[in-house]
């Protein structure tokens, strides 16, 4: 039988924080993606026709956040890439977590890669911040009843 529970994503319950900084201002639609750095087995076939596998042990991941260019959090992004660039100080825990559901992502380190391209416009614009990682944990899950 079909689950006929009704689940319900919220996305004012996905906390995002990096370091001591709690990630606010999201844009509208997608505001966070991470991805795995490759695949997680690689299938090897041999001439005999057998088949085997390696794990590539691929644990790094990278992150793209969209904030909106009002967020204040872009000040603080800012500040710690800037640090970082001057002292190497930029690394900290990365941490995603849905309260609304099971969701979870954990890199006790990670790092801005770049800053964001900026712009100015009649309509609000957005701010990507990108990151790597160090070896992360990812459980991607549902939401709740």
Do not use: C, Y
Not at 44 to 57: L, P
Not at 68 to 76: C, K
Not at 116 to 143: C, M, Q, Y
């Amino acid at each position: 039988m079909a689950d006929q529970n009704v689940r319900t994503f919220d996305p004012k319950q996905v906390i995002i924080t990096f370091g001591p900084v709690i990630i606010t201002g999201f844009a509208e639609g997608t505001f966070i993606t991470i991805v795995q750095s490759g695949p997680s087995f690689e299938k090897v076939k041999g001439a005999d026709g057998s088949i085997n596998r390696i794990n590539k042990n691929a644990n790094d991941h990278t992150a793209t956040m969209t904030l909106q260019e009002t967020s204040i959090s872009n000040d603080a992004l800012s500040t710690i890439h800037i640090a970082d660039k001057l002292s190497n100080t930029g690394k900290h825990p990365l941490t995603v977590t849905d309260l609304s559901g099971t969701s979870k992502f954990f890199a006790p380190q990670a790092w801005i890669t770049q800053p964001p391209d900026a712009e100015k416009a009649d309509v609000l614009s957005t701010r990507e911040w990108a990151f790597d990682t160090g070896i992360a944990a990812h459980f991607i899950g549902g939401n709740n009843v």
